[in-house]
């Protein structure tokens, strides 16, 4: 009888602990919003605390304020300066907003510093009522 109830007992913790994933289904770009990279200064105070937040950890992070969607990745602690940030592509799709960037390393013959640096890229957008699905 005991194992009975040990075995339910597992069986319903399992239950919980998986949880519901849903996938944005791929319908294709419908369009190509309008958007801006941010600067670091002009990041707001809320969102910029939330950036500070993850540390040198790798983040996304989307965030609406006053009409707007921000929506910011962050690749983690990188050994020298020189790394950056690139908006690859940036697109709606019937089901959500899709943001594609890519991590740009030094480039050969510039001065870098050996300091730990944490690139990221904050974009702005009208809101818009989907999910942001990172590429």
């Known amino acids: 009888m005991k194992k009975l109830r040990f075995c339910l007992l597992l069986a ?7 949880g519901c994933v849903t996938k944005v289904e ?3 770009k419908i369009k190509d919003p309008e958007f801006t990279v941010v600067k670091k200064e002009d990041i707001p105070e809320e969102m910029a605390a939330l950036i500070e937040e ?3 950890q790798v ?8 009409g707007y969607l921000y929506i910011a990745q962050g690749y983690g602690a990188k050994p020298t300066t020189g790394y950056s940030v690139e908006v690859a592509a940036l697109y709606e799709t019937e089901n959500a907003i899709v943001l594609e960037t890519a991590l740009l390393g030094p480039e050969s013959g510039e001065e870098i510093k050996e300091k730990t640096t944490c690139p990221y890229v904050v974009v702005k957008l009208e809101a818009v009522d989907k999910p942001v699905q990172f590429e």
């Open 59 to 66: 983040f996304r992070i989307t965030f609406t304020d006053q």
């Open 26 to 28: 791929e319908t294709g």
């Open 54 to 56: 993850q540390g040198d």
């Open 12 to 18: 319903g913790l399992l239950g919980l602990l998986t």
